[in-house]
Nanobody, 116 residues
Framework: QVQFVESGGGLVQAGGSLTLSCTAS????????MGWFRRAPGRQRDLVAS???????NYADSVKGRFTISRDGAKNTVFLQMNSLKPEDTAVYYCNANFGNWYGGWGQGTQVTVSS
C-alpha cells in the first residue's frame, strides 16, 4: 500500500513560480521512478516529469526548461519547482511512484491555478 500527500499548490499570476511537494509512504522507497502528473479540467491525467533513483529526469515538452523535479530519497519526498507559469499549467497536480508500472492509487492532489 502506497499513499501520496501533495502540497504547495495555489493561485499565482502568469510568470510566477510555485514549488510542489509530495511525501510518499509505504513501499515507495523501493520505487525506481517518482513522477508528477497533472489533470487539467476536461482532460486526462498526463505525466509532467519523472526522476529515477539515480537522479535521471524526464520532462514533458510543454514544461521543459520551466519545471524542475527533484527527489529526497531519504524522506521519500519529491518536489516540483515550477517557474514561468502559464495559464495552461492550471491543473490538479499529483505525484506517483513507478514499480514497473505507475501505482494505481492516487492522492488528493494539489490545485495549481495560473491567472493571465
Amino acid at each position: 500500500q502506497v499513499q501520496f500527500v501533495e502540497s504547495g499548490g495555489g493561485l499565482v499570476q502568469a510568470g510566477g513560480s510555485l514549488t510542489l511537494s509530495c511525501t510518499a509512504s509505504g513501499s515507495s522507497f523501493s520505487a525506481n521512478l517518482m513522477g508528477w502528473f497533472r489533470r487539467a479540467p476536461g482532460r486526462q491525467r498526463d505525466l509532467v516529469a519523472s526522476i529515477s533513483r539515480n537522479g535521471d529526469t524526464n520532462y514533458a515538452d510543454s514544461v521543459k526548461g520551466r519545471f524542475t523535479i527533484s527527489r529526497d530519497g531519504a524522506k521519500n519526498t519529491v518536489f516540483l519547482q515550477m517557474n514561468s507559469l502559464k495559464p495552461e499549467d492550471t491543473a490538479v497536480y499529483y505525484c506517483n511512484a513507478n514499480f514497473g508500472n505507475w501505482y494505481g492509487g492516487w492522492g488528493q492532489g494539489t490545485q495549481v491555478t495560473v491567472s493571465s
